[in-house]
């Protein structure tokens, strides 16, 4: 597997897209080293960055006062925006100039890719004049725990990598929080170190709390002075249910108004969600109580909108779901406030004209667990969701692609997520698979397992008609596979085996008779309902399997196949990483019925990779309503391998 | 004359050394060089010696007080083929780590001496070892006939750094086990010599040998060997040369696909048996492999190679006979390869198949009808049975190719990312039938890790003539740069190619055993034209430039339109054909060893097509003659012949007339931006303009030449422009 991540033009992958990009002949071979020199004010960003190469382990980086080979100057031209850069780099090296320190960084963010993404010590000549489109580049996440500390770090490392400036950081009540910042020292170096950290990346924290009432405001400035952050995100958690018909929205108004003014006091800014000022979901409802069995009245509150301060910034979370507004950033513009699209996945419907007004500032995606083991439980993953937000803030003109899933990327954008997000999980969990190290790769054959047709003349089309399948090509860097062995007919002749449901229980004996570093399956789920996995609690993960692997000394080995983890609905969004977090995309594309498809492979690590194995079974456990269809299975190991 | 080729002013050793730091004295060589050498380089120094001896430089023996020493290196960063060559007011010193690295370090040594002025070698400290290790050529095997040509062809490859040859072997070495197939073989080739059209006889709707089956099926190739074969001790010498020339060989025995060489005499283990001369071998028959193996056992006994190609390009008959038909053609290309493979595992011996079937070119939505599809599925039309015929797809094979596969990618226009595609599956390629100019971002594509060079494909004869069908000479010259010089940018490559322009004449006269007069005899007089002219420079084409441009370096003087003020008016050439007279006289009266013509063509035919039978059709290349009328009333007729002696304007330096030289350029880079869908490219183009010079070399220099005709065919749609006529005295 190659370690380069390249655009279908054969260019390191730069992510986020920059602005202005032109792709020269120049070429600068590193020769395993490069030296650096950086204007005094960019010295901070330069030692960052070659820090971030050291880490690479693929070249060193040194400093010196003259004739390096990557001069970082500070440029005193007009024109330059305050996060925007040019960068340079032909035969002779590179020169980046910037306007400020966040300019030079997010230059340096680029170059790494540059450096990174290419290939054996090879800096690609280009010309690259670059700005943002949007100010505000979010990802909102959890506070960690004290053990996902390094993670988080590597966390916030990779979203300055993509040039999110916004780290919006769910702290909870903040009352508590401020017991916390008193009590214990130790969370409150951990806040500063945090801070400091992302501070040192051009990141802002954004401290998320709740607040009972506008009484506990006073606690807002010391959780501000511990993350260093100069805006807040409040939600004020009282619905004011006593107050009287028409009151709640004066009340809440009154709240925020009083809450903003104290910040304000301190300096600080005061962002809130739309989701009580706007109409679609701050109106009078019902809700079911549990306790009382009843329904409880929450009255509205949406009017407040126009009995609040103009400066507070709006995180809109009307833009989308089930009571979405496809012109939310519209009504909070027409009352004078700017806007930012909260918890996005990607672009929000009618992208291009709503984002298009000043007075949308930009969005941010959101992380529902800060630890590794939830890094895919998003459903719609984070990281990809991320991969996508960081893009369409910064490059400006991208139009969504519309899809029955939701919008995306246009094609090329979406195959450019899907080799850098294995890359990059797999960086943020410290993962290296076998396959990533290994250059040798056996397909095994299980021809004679194949048990069911691509097509079935009694499943619906719609869902399980997968002829497409035929002609799949696999996605680059992905694991190969040995497809369809012996597959003429493909209208009538079994071309997979598939497991599960009335049609068996399992496939047992498909024999392997080798030696492996790893096994990977490329598989889907098929049949039942699409499930997908959210991290708002609709579904956990599910076991719908298993992999038993036989060893020929009779010992054996089981992996379960966790839904949304290792196996996901073959109907996705081609392309990206959904649901199969622990997995990689192989084959992806639009079917000619217009589906989005993206059947993952799952490799997993073998315990005894001295031992020979002599096959494998796919059991199913019927965690789930569908099966497991397996398109093939392939041995990494030595060079030798076939 | 000079004869020194410089570049940057200095001595030229090409390829370009990666690190060269040039002093500002000089080392002034003895007439007798002296040479101690470890014992281990023993062979390389031999060589050396011949070579220097070549160029009348005696070079001795020496144990102590040598001026040239070259010795073991200690230094372990010198790698197999690195060196390190320094001259200093100490001597020339020469080290290496391995005999290939001190091999280099000797051509290097030859070049600077060769290109040093008055015997006086410059101070110099150079660091070389090569940017790729596979610097490739590919040919076939060479004709009896020209054997001695091809000896010193290797020296020239050698010289300039190449170190791997493919050697298509068809039937063109003798097998003792199957001697029916040299027998076939040669029958058949006599045969297609005298078919109408020759082999490559192609066109649609033409019935020629290619459409018998109603399919092209390409690559006959029947100058393999000459039409015949060569002994294996014939075979074994060309392999022995090449190992001390530390140029691997890698015999490329055509299986599957291409195989007339094995199926002439076994047309029953042919996938299609109502075939006359079938090309495909039916892989479904074990019997296929007992011949290919023992075939295959001969070839290695003979040549040792450490791989073996199998070939495996343009596979069109895929599983179509009873026995193949109810097989995929992925399985079958798959098990094909895997099988070979097998083979020479055992036998330690690395599998090399061409790239094409590994590819999916057809695009979704479209019926690809051709080969252009690689292992795409599509369509065949038979022109015979008036119907499309299915090709089954192949490119799944990839999937289960070995590791240590060797490929070589030739679809690299088909996209900027096929080398990526085999990089995802650990394969290792080199780029053949390598060709810089078609090549989309090269410079970036060649410094993928899985990539390990590139070879320059000869698709003529192995000798002068079919190397001279096509611009190979230059070729091999401008790949070892390529491949060997780190710093090399396409954007200099105009101070390349005058270097090129200046060795290659050079080295193929070497190689034919012959010194041009020009080259040997310094005296020369101008022989007037001007009153014949009858065109001014800006005509048919532009050649306003020679009238102001230097000549290169090297070549013949001539003196070009000495009266001429207005170069878009007066007559300052004569231009026979395209309208104007198609015969003019030339008057020369004297003794000449040769006449050398500045000249240019007017219109740019299509030249020899780069596939097509060295053998067929070389007449219409023809474009006029010089008709040379001797005093005694003798005649000679030259031909003026497109691509070889004269050539369109339009060319880049050396790639233009083969047996010509290029004696005015003028090089115009063209910028340009290409907007894709997220970013630009920025590209570039070039218009080149050259003229070239032929010097025919007189048979009887004794005699006294009258005066010269210029006839023009008719028939041809250009004209030929004479700028000069030089006689070397």
């Not at chain 1, 100010?135 to 909102?140: A, K, L, P």
Request: one cysteine or more; a negative charge.
């Amino acid at each position: 597997m190659r370690r380069y991540y390249l655009n279908p033009e054969g260019k390191p992958c730069l992510w986020p897209v920059p602005e202005n990009c032109l792709w020269t002949a120049g070429l600068f071979d590193i020769d395993g080293k490069l030296t650096i020199t950086a204007d005094n004010e960019f010295l901070d960003e330069a030692k960052l960055f070659a820090d971030a190469l050291q880490q690479t382990g693929k070249m060193s980086l040194a400093f010196c006062e003259s004739g390096a080979t990557v001069q970082v100057r500070r440029s005193g031209a007009s024109g330059f925006s305050t996060e925007g850069y040019v960068l340079e780099a032909g035969d002779d090296g590179v020169v980046l100039s910037a306007s400020t320190p966040h300019g030079a960084f997010n230059g340096l963010q680029t170059l790494f890719q540059l450096i990174d993404n290419s290939f054996a010590g090879t800096i690609c000549g280009v010309e690259i004049a670059d700005r943002p489109y949007k100010s505000f580049r979010g990802v909102r996440i959890p506070l960690p725990k004290a053990e996902n500390l390094p993670w988080f770090y590597r966390f916030v490392g990779m979203a300055a990598k993509y040039k999110v400036n916004r780290l919006l950081l769910d702290l909870g009540n903040a009352h508590a929080l401020t017991e916390m910042l008193r009590q214990d020292e130790g969370f409150t170096r951990m806040a500063k170190e945090t801070a400091a950290y992302a501070s040192a990346r051009h990141i802002q924290i954004v401290p998320c709390v709740s607040l009972p009432s506008c009484d506990t405001a006073k606690d807002l400035t010391a959780i501000a002075g511990a993350f260093g952050a100069s805006l807040l995100a409040v939600d004020l958690t009282d619905e004011y249910a006593e107050a009287a018909e028409g009151e709640a929205a004066r009340a809440l108004a009154h709240d925020i108004s009083a809450l903003h003014a104290a910040l304000a006091a301190r300096g600080l800014g005061l962002a809130l969600s739309s989701e009580r000022l706007h109409p679609s979901t701050g109106s009078r409802q019902l809700r079911f109580n549990a306790g009382t069995r009843r329904n409880d009245v929450v009255p509205s509150t949406y009017e407040a909108i126009d009995l609040i301060p103009k400066d507070i910034l709006i995180l809109d979370a009307s833009h989308g779901g089930s009571t979405a507004d496809m012109a939310s950033e519209a009504y909070f513009a027409s009352r004078g406030f700017h806007t930012v699209f909260a918890g996005c996945e990607g672009p929000v419907n009618k992208w291009e004209r709503r984002s298009a007004a000043d007075t949308v500032l930009g969005a941010y995606a959101t992380l529902k667990d800060a630890c590794p083991a939830s890094l895919g439980m998003d459903g719609k993953n984070m990281l990809c969701a991320m991969l996508r937000v960081s893009c369409i803030l910064w490059r400006a003109g991208l139009h969504a692609d519309h899809t029955s899933l939701g919008c995306l990327l246009p094609h090329q954008l979406e195959m450019e997520i899907a080799e850098l997000y294995p890359m990059e999980r797999d960086r943020l969990e410290g993962n290296a698979h076998p396959s990533a190290e290994n250059e040798g790769y056996g397909a095994i054959d299980i021809r004679q397992f194949y048990n069911s047709p691509l097509q079935h003349s009694y499943w619906r089309v719609d869902d399980h008609f997968m002829m497409f399948l035929q002609d799949a090509m696999s996605l680059p860097n992905a694991v190969p596979f040995s497809l369809f062995q012996g597959v003429l007919d493909f209208r009538f002749e079994n071309a997979f085996v598939m497991a599960g449901g009335s049609w068996n229980n399992g496939v047992f004996g498909m024999p392997v008779g080798r030696k492996a570093h790893s096994l990977s399956f490329l598989h889907a789920y098929i049949f039942g309902k699409q499930q997908f996995i959210d991290g708002y609690g609709t579904v956990a993960e599910k076991v719908v399997g298993q992999y038993h692997v036989h060893y020929k000394d009779g010992d054996a080995d089981k992996h379960d196949i966790v839904y949304g983890k290792d196996i996901s609905f073959w109907k996705n969004f081609h392309g990206a990483n959904q649901g199969a977090y622990d997995a990689n995309p192989v084959l992806s594309g639009v079917s000619d019925e217009g589906l989005h498809y993206t059947i993952f492979s799952r490799e997993w690590e073998n315990s005894r990779p001295d031992a020979e194995i002599e096959s494998v079974d796919v059991i199913t456990t019927g965690g789930m309503d569908g099966r497991i269809a397996l398109f093939g299975i392939t041995a990494v190991d030595s060079r030798e391998v076939r | 004359m000079k004869k020194q080729v410089l570049y940057q002013g200095k001595p030229a050793i090409w390829p370009l050394p990666n690190k060269c730091d040039w002093g500002d004295d000089f080392l002034c060589l003895p007439y007798a060089l002296s040479l101690k050498c470890d014992d281990c380089f023993a062979d390389e120094a031999e060589l050396f010696m011949r070579a220097l001896a070549g160029d009348g430089i005696a070079v001795e023996r020496a144990t102590e007080g040598a001026m040239i020493r070259a010795c073991l290196a200690d230094n372990c960063s010198i790698y197999e083929e690195g060196y390190l060559l320094d001259v200093s007011a100490g001597g020339i010193l020469l080290q290496a780590g391995a005999p290939a690295g001190m091999f280099y370090a000797f051509q290097a040594l030859t070049q600077l001496i060769e290109n040093s002025e008055g015997g006086c070698v410059p101070y110099v400290k150079i660091e070389d070892s090569p940017f790729k290790p596979v610097r490739g050529a590919h040919f076939y095997v060479p004709p009896r006939k020209d054997l001695p040509w091809f000896h010193r062809f290797l020296d020239f490859l050698a010289k300039y750094k190449i170190n791997t040859i493919f050697l298509e072997m068809g039937a063109s070495m003798q097998f003792d086990s199957h001697p029916e197939l040299n027998e076939a073989w040669e029958a058949f080739c006599g045969e297609m010599r005298a078919y109408p059209g020759g082999p490559d006889s192609n066109h649609w709707g033409d019935r020629g040998m290619q459409m018998l089956e109603g399919n092209i099926k390409n690559s006959v190739h029947i100058e393999n060997g000459g039409g015949s074969y060569l002994t294996k001790a014939e075979m074994a010498e060309i392999a022995g040369l090449c190992r001390q020339r530390h140029i691997e060989i890698i015999p490329e025995v055509q299986g599957l696909s291409h195989s007339y060489w094995m199926l002439l005499a076994h047309k029953d283990l042919a996938e299609r048996n109502d075939d006359r001369y079938p090309d495909t071998w039916c892989p479904s028959n074990p019997k296929t492999y007992e011949i290919y193996f023992d075939c295959l056992q001969e070839i290695v006994d003979v040549l040792r190679p450490s791989t073996v190609s199998l070939g495996h390009d343009e596979y069109q008959w895929v599983g179509v006979c009873e026995r193949c038909i109810r097989r995929t053609g992925h399985d079958i290309f798959a098990e094909d390869v895997l099988k070979c493979h097998d083979w020479f595992k055992e036998r330690g011996i690395r599998t090399h198949v061409w790239s094409d079937k590994f590819y999916n070119l057809v695009k979704k939505d479209e019926v690809e009808i051709g080969m252009g599809s690689g292992g795409g599925k599509h369509l065949n039309f038979n022109q015979r049975t008036m119907k499309n015929e299915l090709v089954k797809p192949t490119y799944r094979a990839l999937d289960r190719m070995p590791g240590d596969l060797l490929l070589s990618d030739w679809y690299y226009s088909a996209g900027p990312t096929t080398q990526d595609m085999f990089n995802d599956r650990g394969i290792k390629l080199l780029f053949g039938n390598f060709h810089p100019g078609s090549f989309h971002d090269m410079e970036a594509r060649l410094r993928r890790p899985n990539v390990l060079g590139a070879e320059v494909s000869l698709w003529h004869e192995t000798s002068d003539l079919g190397m001279t069908m096509t611009d190979n000479y230059a070729k091999y010259l401008e790949a070892a740069n390529i491949l060997w010089h780190k710093g090399y940018r396409f954007k200099k490559c105009e101070a390349y190619n005058r270097v090129i322009s200046q060795i290659y004449p050079a080295e193929r006269d070497r190689m034919n055993g012959a010194v041009s007069p020009s080259a040997a005899a310094p005296e020369h007089r101008f022989i007037d034209i001007s009153g014949l002219c009858n065109a001014p420079l800006r005509n048919r084409k532009d050649y306003g430039f020679i009238a102001t441009a230097e000549p290169m370096p090297n070549a013949i003087p001539f003196e070009i339109c000495p009266n001429v003020s207005d170069i878009e008016r007066d007559a300052a050439c004569l231009l026979v054909g395209s309208g104007e007279a198609e015969r003019a006289c030339v008057e020369v009266r004297g003794k000449y060893r040769s006449i050398a013509f500045l000249h240019s063509y007017t219109a740019a035919l299509a030249g020899p097509p780069a596939h097509a039978c060295t053998y067929s059709g070389a007449e219409e290349d023809i474009v006029g003659h010089y008709v040379v009328e001797y005093a005694d009333g003798s005649i000679v007729r030259i031909p003026v012949e497109y691509s070889r002696t004269i050539y369109t304007c339009g060319s880049a330096y050396a790639f233009g007339a083969q047996r010509a030289n290029p004696v005015y350029q003028q090089r115009e880079m063209n910028e340009s931006v290409e907007d894709l869908a997220f970013y630009s490219i920025a590209g570039t183009g070039e218009t080149n303009r050259t003229v070239f010079a032929f010097e025919w070399v007189n048979p009887d220099p004794e005699k006294e030449i009258l005066m010269i005709a210029v006839t023009h065919d008719p028939e041809k749609p250009g004209g030929i422009v004479l700028f000069g006529v030089t006689g070397i005295i």
